[in-house]
């Protein structure tokens, strides 16, 4: 069996976990979230445990078997504690601010940039170099953290733009002058 697939997800309290339709559906106290999932994959749930089972060993379903425990398992943190994810903007002159459902970012741009929130992810500014985009689904978290990123990704030499906050950025020795 698949090592990730069959560990069982535990399921805190006030979590519950319905399967119908070819859709997993995951609730609990910050809201609800759906996966699709196959029907050779069958979800039981056994008390404060859920455990996966597969209906064959082909190859294709001992990846799937592994790939929806661990969604299993995302979807169940996010509904319990959800996800956060931070990022620290560097530069001269940039600087970011909320303002409504949307933040305005001023990275170098002959113009400021405007990001608007989506549904169920948020973006707040606790200071005016920091973002912090939060949500219960991590997929989403992850993908619009990137979007930001992407507008002014950092540049080796002196390490201006928008990182994550955990990212290391791999200084470059700059020009050298001639002898």
């Not at 996800?83 to 002159?93: A, E």
């Not at 940039?94 to 990275?107: E, R, T």
């Not at 219960?136 to 953290?145: P, R």
């Amino acid at each position: 069996m698949s090592r990730i697939g069959k560990m069982p997800v535990a399921l805190p309290a006030g979590v519950t976990v319905d399967v119908k339709d070819g859709k997993m559906v995951v609730k609990g106290p910050k809201g609800t979230l759906e996966q699709d999932i196959d029907m050779r994959i069958a979800v039981s749930v056994e008390g404060d445990k859920a455990h996966l089972t597969r209906a064959n060993d082909s190859k294709e379903l001992k990846a799937k078997h592994g790939l929806y425990r661990a969604l299993l398992h995302n979807m169940v943190t996010g509904v319990t504690q959800g996800y956060t994810k931070g990022l620290v903007i560097n530069g001269v002159g940039y600087k970011v601010a909320k303002q409504g459902n949307k933040i305005v970012l001023n990275v170098g741009y002959s113009h400021p940039i405007e990001f608007a929130e989506v549904d169920g992810i948020k973006l707040d500014c606790p200071t005016q170099t920091e973002i912090t985009v939060s949500g219960i689904d991590k997929v989403k978290v992850g993908q619009i953290a990137a979007n930001i990123r992407s507008i002014r990704e950092p540049e080796p030499y002196h390490g201006y733009g928008i990182r994550y906050k955990d990212e290391v950025i791999e200084r470059k020795e700059g020009k050298t002058a001639g002898k």
